[in-house]
């Protein structure tokens, strides 16, 4: 039987070799908990994380779940760490930290310019 973590992390070859976080969140509609492996950044004692889906004109549904259950937990390597999750969908904190995480994996870089919506950064506050 494949466990949740087993199959999120088969889904990860945009960002092969990029760090990678495991991020629980709950369906805003169905209630479900589902895991997305996601390529991160750190900020001070926060992590970052970008709601790209490859530069298509939708957010991902993650993002929206987040928006909805902002209070989740994450997997940071061995780590379970409760956070809180801060969607930022304008501003200059958000143009910072984008950058800064476009700059480490150009991929992102790639996203925004295949897109006419401005890519959000969602920011997980550790409790």
């Known amino acids: 039987m ?5 199959t999120a992390r088969s889904r990860v070859d945009p960002f092969k070799g990029a760090p990678l976080v495991l991020v629980h969140h709950v369906g805003a509609k169905s209630g479900k908990e589902r895991i997305a492996p996601l390529a991160y950044d750190i900020d001070g004692d926060n992590v970052i994380i970008i709601a790209s889906k490859g530069g298509t004109p939708e957010n991902p549904a993650w ?3 987040l ?3 902002p209070d989740t ?3 940071l390597g061995p780590d ?3 956070v809180t999750a801060e969607p930022l969908t304008e501003g200059e904190e958000r143009a910072r930290l984008y950058q ?5 994996m150009p991929n992102f870089h790639e996203y925004q ?4 919506r401005l890519i959000p950064v969602v920011v997980l506050h550790r409790k």
């Open 67 to 69: 928006v909805a259950n």
């Open 73 to 75: 937990k994450i997997e």
């Open 113 to 116: 310019k295949n897109t006419d």
């Open 80 to 82: 379970v760490i409760e």
């Open 100 to 104: 800064q995480m476009a700059d480490k």
């Open 63 to 65: 993002f929206h779940n």
């Open 2 to 6: 494949t466990s949740a973590r087993t």
